[in-house]
Protein backbone atom coordinates (compact mmCIF):
# COMPACT_ATOMS: atom_id res chain seq x y z
CA UNK A 1 0.00 0.00 0.00
CA UNK A 2 1.55 3.49 -0.59
CA UNK A 3 1.12 6.50 1.11
CA UNK A 4 0.15 9.85 0.00
CA UNK A 5 3.56 12.45 0.37
CA UNK A 6 2.27 15.00 2.49
CA UNK A 7 4.52 18.52 1.81
CA UNK A 8 4.68 21.24 4.44
CA UNK A 9 6.61 24.21 3.98
CA UNK A 10 8.50 25.56 7.16
CA UNK A 11 9.59 28.66 8.08
CA UNK A 12 13.31 29.39 8.08
CA UNK A 13 13.73 30.01 11.48
CA UNK A 14 12.02 29.24 14.40
CA UNK A 15 11.98 30.80 18.42
CA UNK A 16 13.74 29.34 20.79
CA UNK A 17 14.00 29.10 24.07
CA UNK A 18 16.64 30.81 25.50
CA UNK A 19 19.98 28.38 26.11
CA UNK A 20 19.78 28.38 29.76
CA UNK A 21 16.59 26.41 29.63
CA UNK A 22 16.88 25.10 26.03
CA UNK A 23 13.70 23.21 24.23
CA UNK A 24 12.04 23.09 21.31
CA UNK A 25 9.70 25.94 20.25
CA UNK A 26 6.04 24.58 19.49
CA UNK A 27 4.72 26.24 17.14
CA UNK A 28 1.77 25.10 14.85
CA UNK A 29 3.81 24.07 11.77
CA UNK A 30 5.53 21.74 14.39
CA UNK A 31 2.56 20.29 16.07
CA UNK A 32 1.06 19.84 12.23
CA UNK A 33 4.46 17.36 11.63
CA UNK A 34 4.31 15.80 14.75
CA UNK A 35 0.50 14.60 13.46
CA UNK A 36 1.10 13.80 10.63
CA UNK A 37 4.04 11.78 11.49
CA UNK A 38 2.50 9.69 14.34
CA UNK A 39 -0.62 9.06 11.76
CA UNK A 40 2.05 7.86 9.08
CA UNK A 41 3.30 5.36 12.12
CA UNK A 42 -0.08 3.92 13.19
CA UNK A 43 -0.53 3.16 9.51
CA UNK A 44 2.60 1.23 8.83
CA UNK A 45 2.19 -0.60 12.28
CA UNK A 46 -1.36 -1.64 10.78
CA UNK A 47 0.12 -2.61 8.00
CA UNK A 48 2.84 -4.41 9.31
CA UNK A 49 0.68 -6.09 12.24
CA UNK A 50 3.90 -5.20 14.93
CA UNK A 51 3.19 -3.24 18.71
CA UNK A 52 5.65 -0.96 19.94
CA UNK A 53 5.15 0.97 23.48
CA UNK A 54 3.86 4.27 23.26
CA UNK A 55 6.40 7.41 23.12
CA UNK A 56 6.33 10.31 25.79
CA UNK A 57 6.02 13.82 24.54
CA UNK A 58 9.30 15.34 25.20
CA UNK A 59 8.12 18.86 24.62
CA UNK A 60 4.67 18.16 26.93
CA UNK A 61 3.63 21.74 28.09
CA UNK A 62 2.00 23.50 31.11
CA UNK A 63 0.68 27.21 31.77
CA UNK A 64 1.86 29.85 34.04
CA UNK A 65 0.09 32.85 35.06
CA UNK A 66 1.86 36.24 34.51
CA UNK A 67 1.99 37.96 37.65
CA UNK A 68 2.49 41.34 38.82
CA UNK A 69 4.70 41.77 42.16
CA UNK A 70 7.43 42.67 44.14
CA UNK A 71 10.79 40.99 42.32
CA UNK A 72 14.73 41.01 43.54
CA UNK A 73 17.44 40.77 41.31
CA UNK A 74 18.88 37.26 42.99
CA UNK A 75 22.47 35.21 42.67
CA UNK A 76 22.72 31.82 43.66
CA UNK A 77 26.47 30.58 44.54
CA UNK A 78 28.26 28.40 46.17
CA UNK A 79 30.22 29.55 49.10
CA UNK A 80 32.08 28.49 52.75
CA UNK A 81 31.26 28.94 56.17
CA UNK A 82 34.20 29.41 58.90
CA UNK A 83 35.90 32.32 60.77
CA UNK A 84 37.45 35.17 59.71
CA UNK A 85 41.15 36.11 59.44
CA UNK A 86 44.18 33.79 59.75
CA UNK A 87 47.19 34.34 62.49
CA UNK A 88 50.42 33.10 62.42
CA UNK A 89 51.95 33.39 66.46
CA UNK A 90 55.54 33.22 66.77
CA UNK A 91 57.60 32.78 69.49
CA UNK A 92 60.04 36.25 70.62
CA UNK A 93 62.11 35.13 73.27
CA UNK A 94 64.35 31.86 74.16
CA UNK A 95 62.62 29.56 76.16
CA UNK A 96 60.61 26.33 76.68
CA UNK A 97 57.14 25.93 76.17
CA UNK A 98 55.22 25.13 79.83
CA UNK A 99 51.60 25.33 78.49
CA UNK A 100 49.17 26.01 75.44
CA UNK A 101 45.75 26.34 74.89
CA UNK A 102 43.31 23.05 73.35
CA UNK A 103 42.54 23.54 69.96
CA UNK A 104 39.60 25.74 69.08
CA UNK A 105 39.78 27.54 72.86
CA UNK A 106 38.69 31.25 72.24
CA UNK A 107 41.47 33.32 73.91
CA UNK A 108 39.75 36.89 74.26
CA UNK A 109 42.49 40.08 75.49
CA UNK A 110 43.73 40.13 78.75
CA UNK A 111 44.22 36.57 78.94
CA UNK A 112 47.38 34.33 78.01
CA UNK A 113 47.53 32.92 74.77
CA UNK A 114 50.74 30.37 75.46
CA UNK A 115 53.30 29.50 78.43
CA UNK A 116 56.64 30.27 78.21
CA UNK A 117 59.16 29.57 81.00
CA UNK A 118 56.11 29.14 83.37
CA UNK A 119 54.77 32.64 82.43
CA UNK A 120 51.92 33.62 80.94
CA UNK A 121 52.38 35.43 76.93
CA UNK A 122 49.43 38.21 77.09
CA UNK A 123 47.09 38.45 74.06
CA UNK A 124 46.59 42.55 73.70
CA UNK A 125 44.34 43.87 70.51
CA UNK A 126 45.87 45.86 68.25
CA UNK A 127 46.59 45.76 64.18
CA UNK A 128 50.72 46.41 64.93
CA UNK A 129 52.61 42.93 65.89
CA UNK A 130 55.51 43.69 68.75
CA UNK A 131 58.42 44.21 67.66
CA UNK A 132 60.48 46.16 70.39
CA UNK A 133 60.55 46.19 74.64
CA UNK A 134 58.47 49.49 75.30
CA UNK A 135 59.19 51.66 78.32
CA UNK A 136 58.49 55.11 80.15
CA UNK A 137 59.34 58.03 77.45
CA UNK A 138 58.74 56.22 74.27
CA UNK A 139 56.48 56.55 71.68
CA UNK A 140 54.92 55.27 68.59
CA UNK A 141 51.98 53.31 66.93
CA UNK A 142 52.81 50.25 68.72
CA UNK A 143 52.39 52.23 72.37
CA UNK A 144 49.32 53.99 71.23
CA UNK A 145 47.91 50.15 70.87
CA UNK A 146 49.29 49.61 74.47
CA UNK A 147 47.50 52.68 76.05
CA UNK A 148 44.13 51.35 74.03
CA UNK A 149 44.66 47.94 74.61
CA UNK A 150 44.79 48.88 78.97
CA UNK A 151 41.93 51.50 78.95
CA UNK A 152 39.29 48.70 77.42
CA UNK A 153 40.46 46.44 79.79
CA UNK A 154 39.92 48.35 82.70
CA UNK A 155 43.55 49.29 83.80
CA UNK A 156 42.87 53.03 83.44
CA UNK A 157 40.15 55.26 82.69
CA UNK A 158 40.39 57.37 79.50
CA UNK A 159 40.38 60.10 81.99
CA UNK A 160 43.68 58.92 83.76
CA UNK A 161 45.17 57.04 80.19
CA UNK A 162 44.46 58.97 76.53
CA UNK A 163 43.43 55.26 74.25
CA UNK A 164 44.95 57.72 71.47
CA UNK A 165 48.18 58.74 72.68
CA UNK A 166 51.13 57.63 71.25
CA UNK A 167 53.62 58.54 74.25
CA UNK A 168 54.61 56.02 77.15
CA UNK A 169 53.72 58.07 80.30
CA UNK A 170 53.58 57.45 83.60
CA UNK A 171 49.62 56.37 83.43
CA UNK A 172 50.78 53.93 80.79
CA UNK A 173 53.52 52.05 83.64
CA UNK A 174 50.46 52.63 86.50
CA UNK A 175 48.20 50.68 84.44
CA UNK A 176 50.39 48.18 82.93
CA UNK A 177 51.75 47.39 86.49
CA UNK A 178 48.28 46.54 86.97
CA UNK A 179 47.75 44.21 83.97
CA UNK A 180 51.05 42.25 85.09
CA UNK A 181 49.70 41.75 88.54
CA UNK A 182 46.69 40.26 87.59
CA UNK A 183 48.82 37.84 84.68
CA UNK A 184 51.12 37.13 88.25
CA UNK A 185 54.17 38.50 86.00
CA UNK A 186 56.73 40.98 87.31
CA UNK A 187 55.25 44.05 88.19
CA UNK A 188 58.30 46.10 86.28
CA UNK A 189 55.76 48.70 84.44
CA UNK A 190 57.79 47.92 81.29
CA UNK A 191 56.44 45.86 77.96
CA UNK A 192 59.53 43.46 77.33
CA UNK A 193 59.49 41.81 74.00
CA UNK A 194 57.80 38.58 74.48
CA UNK A 195 55.26 39.45 77.65
CA UNK A 196 52.43 40.37 74.70
CA UNK A 197 51.41 39.35 71.66
CA UNK A 198 48.90 41.82 69.64
CA UNK A 199 46.31 40.70 67.11
CA UNK A 200 43.55 42.37 66.04
CA UNK A 201 41.12 40.37 67.74
CA UNK A 202 40.57 37.62 69.84
CA UNK A 203 41.84 34.54 68.83
CA UNK A 204 40.63 31.22 67.85
CA UNK A 205 43.08 28.40 68.21
CA UNK A 206 42.99 26.62 64.81
CA UNK A 207 46.64 24.87 64.91
CA UNK A 208 49.51 24.46 67.49
CA UNK A 209 52.54 24.01 66.34
CA UNK A 210 54.86 23.55 69.71
CA UNK A 211 53.63 21.59 72.68
CA UNK A 212 54.23 21.71 76.51
CA UNK A 213 57.95 20.87 77.28
CA UNK A 214 59.45 22.13 73.61
CA UNK A 215 62.30 24.13 73.56
CA UNK A 216 61.80 27.21 71.29
CA UNK A 217 63.45 29.96 69.81
CA UNK A 218 63.07 33.42 68.99
CA UNK A 219 61.07 33.45 65.38
CA UNK A 220 59.95 30.20 66.28
CA UNK A 221 55.65 29.54 65.54
CA UNK A 222 54.00 28.37 68.12
CA UNK A 223 50.42 28.15 66.87
CA UNK A 224 48.01 29.15 64.28
CA UNK A 225 44.39 30.72 64.75
CA UNK A 226 41.70 32.47 63.39
CA UNK A 227 39.32 35.62 64.72
CA UNK A 228 36.39 34.50 66.84
CA UNK A 229 34.09 36.46 63.98
CA UNK A 230 31.99 33.92 61.90
CA UNK A 231 32.20 34.76 58.24
CA UNK A 232 30.90 33.54 55.06
CA UNK A 233 33.51 33.52 51.71
CA UNK A 234 32.19 33.27 48.43
CA UNK A 235 34.36 32.75 45.32
CA UNK A 236 32.55 34.06 42.86
CA UNK A 237 33.15 33.41 38.99
CA UNK A 238 35.59 36.98 38.35
CA UNK A 239 32.75 38.07 35.33
CA UNK A 240 30.26 38.99 38.15
CA UNK A 241 32.13 40.90 40.35
CA UNK A 242 30.44 44.55 38.97
CA UNK A 243 26.91 42.62 40.18
CA UNK A 244 27.79 42.75 43.80
CA UNK A 245 28.16 45.19 45.90
CA UNK A 246 29.18 46.01 49.83
CA UNK A 247 25.99 46.16 51.44
CA UNK A 248 23.99 44.09 49.46
CA UNK A 249 21.92 41.40 51.61
CA UNK A 250 22.30 38.23 51.42
CA UNK A 251 20.67 35.06 52.47
CA UNK A 252 22.31 32.22 53.72
CA UNK A 253 21.33 28.30 53.17
CA UNK A 254 23.19 26.35 55.85
CA UNK A 255 23.45 22.69 55.51
CA UNK A 256 20.50 21.50 57.52
CA UNK A 257 18.84 23.84 54.68
CA UNK A 258 18.16 26.25 57.69
CA UNK A 259 18.52 29.86 56.38
CA UNK A 260 19.97 33.11 57.97
CA UNK A 261 20.15 36.53 56.86
CA UNK A 262 23.76 38.14 56.50
CA UNK A 263 25.55 41.10 54.57
CA UNK A 264 28.23 41.52 52.01
CA UNK A 265 31.08 42.54 53.79
CA UNK A 266 33.98 42.83 51.53
CA UNK A 267 34.22 42.48 47.54
CA UNK A 268 37.98 41.21 46.30
CA UNK A 269 39.33 43.08 43.64
CA UNK A 270 42.11 40.48 42.38
CA UNK A 271 41.28 37.40 40.43
CA UNK A 272 42.69 34.18 40.92
CA UNK A 273 42.71 30.98 38.92
CA UNK A 274 41.65 28.95 41.72
CA UNK A 275 40.42 30.77 44.96
CA UNK A 276 41.01 29.93 48.49
CA UNK A 277 37.64 30.52 50.48
CA UNK A 278 39.16 30.17 53.78
CA UNK A 279 41.06 33.45 52.77
CA UNK A 280 38.43 36.15 52.89
CA UNK A 281 38.14 38.94 50.59
CA UNK A 282 40.13 41.31 52.64
CA UNK A 283 43.12 39.04 53.31
CA UNK A 284 45.47 37.47 51.12
CA UNK A 285 44.95 34.09 49.74
CA UNK A 286 47.49 32.04 47.30
CA UNK A 287 46.09 30.56 43.92
CA UNK A 288 45.57 26.61 44.40
CA UNK A 289 46.76 24.20 41.89
CA UNK A 290 43.64 25.10 39.53
CA UNK A 291 45.79 24.67 35.96
CA UNK A 292 45.82 27.16 33.88
CA UNK A 293 42.26 26.90 32.52
CA UNK A 294 40.59 27.34 35.85
CA UNK A 295 37.72 29.70 35.61
CA UNK A 296 39.30 33.24 37.46
CA UNK A 297 37.56 34.22 40.79
CA UNK A 298 37.35 36.70 43.06
CA UNK A 299 36.86 36.38 46.81
CA UNK A 300 33.87 38.05 48.02
CA UNK A 301 33.26 38.25 52.23
CA UNK A 302 29.42 37.85 54.12
CA UNK A 303 28.75 38.74 57.77
CA UNK A 304 26.19 36.75 59.14
CA UNK A 305 23.27 39.14 60.77
CA UNK A 306 23.24 36.92 63.18
CA UNK A 307 26.27 35.22 63.92
CA UNK A 308 24.73 32.68 66.37
CA UNK A 309 22.46 30.97 63.95
CA UNK A 310 25.32 29.95 61.80
CA UNK A 311 26.29 27.45 65.01
CA UNK A 312 30.23 26.69 64.77
CA UNK A 313 30.78 24.76 61.93
CA UNK A 314 34.35 25.45 60.08
CA UNK A 315 34.83 25.40 56.25
CA UNK A 316 31.24 24.27 56.20
CA UNK A 317 29.80 24.02 52.26
CA UNK A 318 26.73 26.36 52.08
CA UNK A 319 24.50 28.70 49.73
CA UNK A 320 23.97 31.78 49.16
CA UNK A 321 21.99 34.23 47.72
CA UNK A 322 22.62 37.41 47.06
CA UNK A 323 19.92 40.29 46.28
CA UNK A 324 21.63 42.79 44.11
CA UNK A 325 18.44 45.09 42.81
CA UNK A 326 14.67 45.24 43.49
CA UNK A 327 11.58 46.82 41.92
CA UNK A 328 8.13 47.12 43.64
CA UNK A 329 5.93 46.28 40.70
CA UNK A 330 7.48 44.14 37.83
CA UNK A 331 5.78 42.02 35.50
CA UNK A 332 6.87 38.54 35.94
CA UNK A 333 6.97 35.09 34.03
CA UNK A 334 9.18 32.40 34.76
CA UNK A 335 12.46 31.97 32.95
CA UNK A 336 11.20 28.88 31.19
CA UNK A 337 8.62 31.28 29.47
CA UNK A 338 10.95 33.22 27.59
CA UNK A 339 11.78 32.35 23.56
CA UNK A 340 14.58 33.46 22.07
CA UNK A 341 14.21 34.94 18.17
CA UNK A 342 16.58 36.03 16.34
CA UNK A 343 18.32 39.24 16.34
CA UNK A 344 18.60 38.20 20.07
CA UNK A 345 15.12 39.31 21.32
CA UNK A 346 12.61 37.61 23.18
CA UNK A 347 9.09 36.83 23.42
CA UNK A 348 6.36 34.84 25.52
CA UNK A 349 3.57 32.23 23.95
CA UNK A 350 0.75 33.89 25.46
CA UNK A 351 -2.32 31.18 25.31
CA UNK A 352 -5.67 32.46 24.36
CA UNK A 353 -9.46 31.52 25.03
CA UNK A 354 -10.52 28.40 22.90
CA UNK A 355 -7.32 27.15 23.16
CA UNK A 356 -5.45 29.70 20.44
CA UNK A 357 -2.44 30.69 20.87
CA UNK A 358 0.46 33.59 19.55
CA UNK A 359 3.54 35.05 20.29
CA UNK A 360 4.58 38.24 22.35
CA UNK A 361 7.80 40.00 21.94
CA UNK A 362 9.12 41.30 25.73
CA UNK A 363 11.55 43.02 27.06
CA UNK A 364 13.67 41.67 29.81
CA UNK A 365 14.15 43.40 33.51
CA UNK A 366 15.57 41.80 36.88
CA UNK A 367 16.32 38.24 36.63
CA UNK A 368 15.64 36.17 39.59
CA UNK A 369 18.08 33.18 39.51
CA UNK A 370 16.98 32.12 42.26
CA UNK A 371 13.32 31.67 42.26
CA UNK A 372 13.54 30.85 38.38
CA UNK A 373 12.10 34.58 37.61
CA UNK A 374 12.52 37.51 35.37
CA UNK A 375 10.46 40.91 34.66
CA UNK A 376 9.67 41.91 31.27
CA UNK A 377 7.60 44.44 30.20
CA UNK A 378 5.60 44.61 26.39
CA UNK A 379 2.30 46.29 25.41
CA UNK A 380 0.78 43.10 24.78
CA UNK A 381 0.98 41.06 28.13
CA UNK A 382 -0.75 41.82 31.37
CA UNK A 383 -1.16 40.74 34.55
CA UNK A 384 -3.31 37.30 34.43
CA UNK A 385 -2.38 36.06 30.90
CA UNK A 386 -1.26 32.62 30.40
CA UNK A 387 2.14 31.75 28.88
CA UNK A 388 3.21 28.51 28.05
CA UNK A 389 6.05 26.80 30.04
CA UNK A 390 7.54 23.34 29.95
CA UNK A 391 5.97 20.62 31.75
CA UNK A 392 7.90 19.33 34.53
Given at each position: MSLPEATIELPDELPQRPRWRARRSRTPIALAVAVIVVAVGVVLLAVSGNHAPASTNADATSLATVTEQPLSSQTLVSATLGYAGNYAVADQTPGTITDVPALGANVREGQGLYQLDGSWVALLYGPVPAYRSL????????????????????????????????????????????????LALPQTGNLPLGQAVFLPTAARVTELSAVEGFPIQPGSPVLQASSTKRQ??????????????????????????STTPGVVSAVGTVATGSSSASAGAGSESTPGAGGSGA??????????????????????????TITTASVNHALVVPLDALLAEAGGTYAVEVAGQNGTRHLVPVSLGLFDDADGLVQVTSSGLTAGQRVVVPSL
Open positions: SEGMSGSDVRELNAALVALGDATSLQLDPSSTYFSSSTAAALERLQAQVVIALDATQQADVRVGDRVTITLPDNTPTINVDVTPTDPAATGQLDQAPVEV
